[in-house]
């Protein structure tokens, strides 16, 4: 009898493990492998140089009807492929991108494919419906597994709220949170990309190709796993939040996406860096995105914006009360007309308050005028619009705009990231595409590639910019928080951060002031920022007067490209420094930023290749330290072995203009 149980019991062993299907994938270099297992449930992990980073984790979807994918699945076949291209990059910090990765894509009898795929700096996978049948997504478990209490970089949700449905409506705006797994908030949710150091190495979290479906939040149950969480479907909403600009949700039905057959779902990517600057340099949110739906791009023209609701309408030395008023924003365009600047923003105010109706105009403000006023000076008009206003009467709103020779939209306020919301995005680019307008996405969640699907979405808030400094003090760690978000957040896409700041404060001297507001950190901090962040459609969030005060750095930053040939990371540390450098047809641009440590930094410029070259630079004063504003300007030759020696004051920064004899 027990020789029969032992029969039994390997029998049932061996079934298992012939039903047990093992694949692997390897990157094009070979050092990154990713393990897939189909049983019961579908389980990846990943290796890098032969290390475990993340643990036999599962995956699945759970759909309508007792369906799922993932969940006692059966394998039909198996594809795999290798590809190595080059991808055309439009309006980014390169205009073309390596792409190389070998690719194993697992169809399953149940309609669906769970396609992996493996790149020297990372791993993607995503699932796609084969069925000819729409369907509910009910849930999808995307898992991280650690089995180690590794340190993380946490943006959680900022918000009052504690409950988990509270804080799906926030504005994708936090400093990083710097615990151990295990110490993460259970009650809070984070959102992406999110930053995990597992010794030497880095791994975040990201998502790309989000379309017709939610955002995923990062949540933390049990130690050492961290686990998605979307938020469901709008049932109901209500006009309401800021100035009646946003819809609140008020009900929600019980499933996350409302999908159509054969839909691709999003990438869940995991990158992993061995230095803290590949991070700064990573591609891969850009090149998994559909390619750009828009076929002649010539007519989006990227650039600089001159602001003026960070500086509160800060004009002086003028004979009119400055405000929204025509007589305000004319003089935005002659500065900006002055200083070869493309734009000017009507920020919130040009449109009847409390009303979500972009057709009733204020009184102070006469668009078309300005609007000519503007062509004539070669600066075009971009206007403000709260999420709800633009939403319900989106297609009359572009064609009538666009017919007034209005450039773009900033568009605000949207604090969501459910399906419903992402839809919108979508909607509000292709839109917009279609009467040849800019979209300037604020008030949102992070980009997931809809840029490069859509290249008339030139920028993207869901930064903790810096807007943040006309209401906070010393509480909020600015000059950290610059440091850090370049190696996480700009991962995903560009940033409408605002920088640009003339008035400049030191750790011990800086005050939230509304009307006339300051950086943390010190002017070249500011120059270097327009280097180092990303943002195709940059802000100069001062005053007129103030830059024309300071023409030497204005001149200087106006002169900054926006879009990029190339990009270089030369070095930096999370939380500490980053440098960067940045070419656009002959001249390259390099900047440096410390966190509130001086520091002086070796840079290697080989990237010059042959020739002789001069540099244009502005550091640090000798009193930066104590008057943050104080810097000094050079011109210096860069030396034949490419290396030099810089140095930066406590939230300092350097920048560089390089350009050949």
């Known amino acids: ?14 079934m298992h493990l012939s039903s047990q299907k093992n694949y692997q994938l390897k990157s094009p270099d070979g050092e990154l492998m990713v393990n897939i297992t189909v049983d019961k449930s579908i389980t990846y992990s990943l290796l890098h140089e032969g290390e475990q980073l993340i643990e036999p984790s599962p995956i699945s979807m759970l759909l309508d009807n007792g369906k799922s994918f993932g969940i006692d699945s059966k394998v039909k076949n198996i594809k795999t492929t290798t590809v190595d291209q080059v991808i055309k990059a439009y309006f980014y910090k390169r205009n073309e991108i390596k792409d190389n990765y070998n690719e194993l894509t697992v169809n399953f009898k149940e309609d669906f494919s769970l396609i992996f795929r ?18 509910i997504v009910k849930n999808e478990e995307a898992t991280f597994n650690f089995d180690k209490d590794y340190k993380a970089y946490i943006p959680y949700v900022k918000s009052k709220v504690k409950d988990i449905e509270g804080q799906y409506f926030n504005s994708f705006e936090n400093t990083y949170t710097y615990s151990n797994l295990s110490k993460m908030d259970a009650q809070k949710l984070a959102f992406t990309p999110l930053l995990i150091e597992a010794g030497r190495k880095k791994i975040c979290i990201a998502e790309s190709d989000m379309e017709n479906y939610p955002g995923m939040f990062i949540v933390n149950k049990d130690g050492l796993t961290l686990n998605s969480n979307f938020a469901s479907y709008p049932a109901i909403t209500e006009q309401g939040g800021h100035n009646q600009l946003q819809q609140i949700v008020t009900a929600r039905e019980p499933y996350i996406a409302k999908c159509k057959a054969k839909t691709n779902f999003p990438w869940r990517i995991v990158i992993v860096s061995s230095d803290d600057k590949g991070l700064a340099d990573s591609d891969m949110v850009y090149k998994l995105a559909t390619p750009s739906r828009i076929q002649d791009i010539s007519w989006i023209k990227p650039g600089k914006v001159a602001w003026e609701w960070w500086n509160h309408w800060g004009l002086y030395n003028v004979d009119f009360e400055t405000g929204v008023n025509n007589e305000t924003y004319m003089a935005y365009i002659d500065f900006a007309s002055r200083n070869n600047i493309e734009y000017v923003i009507l920020d919130e105010g040009w449109a009847v308050n409390l009303k979500a109706d972009l057709f009733q105009v204020v009184p102070e403000i006469n668009l078309e005028k300005l609007v000519a006023y503007g062509k004539s000076k070669n600066v075009g008009i971009i206007l403000w619009a709260g999420y709800h206003a633009f939403h319900r009467d989106m297609e009359k709103v572009c064609r009538h705009y666009s017919e007034m020779g209005v450039k773009g939209f900033k568009i605000d306020f949207m604090d969501r990231d459910d399906q419903q919301m992402v839809d919108f995005h979508y909607k509000a680019a292709e839109t917009a595409a279609q009467y040849k307008l800019l979209v300037d996405f604020h008030g949102t969640y992070k980009p997931t590639g809809l840029n490069r699907t859509y290249p008339n979405v030139i920028n993207y808030e869901g930064v903790n910019g810096l807007e943040q400094m006309k209401w906070t003090g010393t509480e909020m760690d600015m000059v950290t928080y610059d440091v850090t978000m370049p190696f996480i957040r700009m991962i995903a896409g560009p940033v409408d951060y605002t920088q640009g700041a003339m008035r400049n404060a030191t750790k011990r001297t800086h005050r939230g002031i509304n009307d006339e507001p300051m950086s943390q950190g010190t002017r070249c901090r500011q120059l270097a920022e327009y280097v180092i962040f990303e943002s195709p459609l940059n802000m100069l969030c001062d005053s007129p007067n103030n830059y024309e005060r300071e023409q030497e750095c204005t001149g200087f930053i106006s002169a900054i490209p926006t879009v990029w040939d190339n990009t270089v990371s030369l070095n930096g540390e999370v939380g500490k420094y980053i440098s960067i450098a940045r070419q656009k047809d002959d001249v390259w641009y390099v900047g440096s930023l410390t966190n509130w440590d001086s520091r002086e930094l070796d840079l290697d410029l080989s990237f010059l290749g042959e020739g002789d070259y001069i540099a244009e630079i502005f550091k640090d004063g000798a009193n930066a330290n104590k008057i943050a504003s104080d810097y000094k300007k050079e011109i210096i030759t860069i030396p034949a072995n490419r290396k030099i020696t810089i140095s930066m004051a406590q939230g300092g920064g350097y920048a560089m203009k390089i350009y050949k004899k």
């Open 1 to 14: 009898m027990k020789n029969l149980f032992l029969i039994v019991f390997f029998l049932l062993i061996s």
């Open 118 to 135: 493996a790149y020297n700096e990372g791993m993607a996978y995503r699932f796609v419906s084969t069925g000819k049948e729409d369907f």
